[in-house]
């Protein structure tokens, strides 16, 4: 649920990248293809999304496990 909440609080560009790449499993490629940009500026919108998911979730009380590596 928080996890859903944080995508849902993303720029749509972002959201669609996100859902693309994880629920329907797109490669960034052909992530890249539907929208018109290339696969490194889709990497890009990837990183970003995920640090803007992070900092949403760490806000609610939730931590990546990766923090404690």
């Known amino acids: 649920q928080k996890l859903n909440s ?5 720029p749509e560009r972002h959201k669609q990248v996100v859902k693309l ?8 490629r052909d992530i890249g293809g539907m929208l018109g940009v290339d696969e490194s500026r889709i990497s890009q919108i990837h990183k ?14 939730v931590s990546s496990a990766a923090a404690f590596c």
């Open 48 to 61: 970003s999304a995920l640090a803007k998911m992070q900092i949403i979730l760490s806000g609610s009380g």
């Open 6 to 10: 944080a995508l849902q609080q993303l």
């Open 21 to 28: 790449y994880y629920e329907a499993d797109t490669s960034m």
